[in-house]
């Protein structure tokens, strides 16, 4: 297959045949039913494709991202003048053509060059959704500066109305930027933009410091047990096991039943089990794994139920101050 002849879809099924299964089933993951439909479709039509047509897409689909990261960055004067350098004029008037059409301004992007403080005098007298659908935008670690910094109570509703924001309009989006920015950001949605919900207040929370985050929590059971307890099941899941010191690794392992451990291991990645592995003693590995082998298929609940167990413990053990989920820039526990 010659690379002049290959259309977008061609482009994208000889991208996935050529990254592999698994970081293409990932992939899949993001697509809409009609995409996989018609890409599935191009792999399984796709005739030979000679080695240096792949090496040609790959290679473009790597310039492709990262313009849309330079963009993403700083707009598209800053991509164009970084990409020039690298790939040259007219390759780079190439990419940002090709990603023109693709492109949208995020809502409330401008805040995004701004600094926190001066966000926090700009909105803090704002009603608490507005504020809600302003931060549920932000990056989260830029949100919980904001978050920290308003009234225990504000927090509280804002936090709450983020949990249940759900499906916004983008004619509500348009006209409070309008009001806040007297402008209009563009925006082209054909539908309704999903935003909040609760992952954006873990996102947030957990970027929080942890007095903030213990402050608004206990504050806000009080109100509604059920979605704290939601909350809390995602602050902290068990692939994150990777971010622990090893220190903070064996205080948890202690309480720990092997068996729940054999369980949640054996359907971990490679990552975390070589982790827990590495701080366990050799005759404890031997048995664990001994006990992975042997003990046939597991079902998913079950899996994921040993894996919540130990989640839990981390979150005890934080809790009681045995060990300390750092904050902010700090991206590990530490007993």
Do not use: W
């Not at 001066?118 to 803090?124: C, E, S």
């Not at 948890?252 to 827990?276: C, F, T």
């Not at 042997?294 to 009681?320: F, S």
């Amino acid at each position: 297959m010659a690379r002049e002849k290959i259309s977008p879809k061609e482009k994208a099924a000889v991208l996935m045949i050529t990254i592999g299964q698994e970081r293409a089933a990932k992939i899949y993951k993001h697509l809409s039913e009609e995409e996989i439909e018609q890409l599935t479709l191009a792999i399984t039509t796709m005739r030979r494709v000679e080695p240096e047509v792949k090496e040609s897409v790959v290679d473009e689909f790597f310039q492709m991202c990262i313009a849309r990261k330079y963009i993403s960055e700083g707009g598209i004067d800053y991509a164009r003048e970084i990409l020039s350098k690298a790939f040259g004029e007219e390759k780079t008037n190439e990419l940002i053509m090709k990603l023109s059409s693709s492109l949208r301004v995020k809502p409330f992007d401008f805040i995004r060059k701004a600094d926190s403080a001066q966000v926090l005098n700009f909105i803090q007298n704002e009603h608490p959704q507005t504020i809600a659908l302003i931060l549920s935008y932000l990056e989260p670690r830029y949100a919980a500066q904001i978050l920290s910094n308003l009234p225990l109570d504000k927090q509280l509703s804002v936090i709450a109305r983020i949990a249940n924001m759900g499906v916004t309009s983008p004619e509500y989006i348009k006209e409070t930027e309008r009001i806040l920015e007297k402008k209009l950001s563009t925006l082209s949605f054909s539908d309704r933009s999903v935003t909040g919900g609760i992952d954006s207040v873990v996102s947030i929370l957990n970027s929080v410091d942890r007095g903030t985050e213990r402050h608004l929590l206990e504050a806000l059971e009080e109100t509604d047990a059920e979605l704290v307890e939601e909350i809390r099941k995602r602050m902290f899941v068990f692939e994150d096991i990777v971010k622990l010191s090893n220190q903070a690794i064996q205080r948890v392992l202690k309480e720990i039943d092997n068996r729940d451990l054999a369980v949640a291991l054996k359907g971990s990645s490679e990552e975390v089990a070589e982790v827990i592995f590495r701080n366990i003693s050799s005759r404890l590995q031997e048995m664990i794994k001994e006990d992975i082998q042997y003990m046939g298929p597991v079902r998913v609940r079950d899996v994921e139920e040993a894996q919540q167990k130990i989640v839990n413990v981390i979150r005890q053990l934080d809790d009681a101050g045995e060990i300390i989920i750092s904050r902010g820039s700090e991206d590990e526990i530490i007993v």
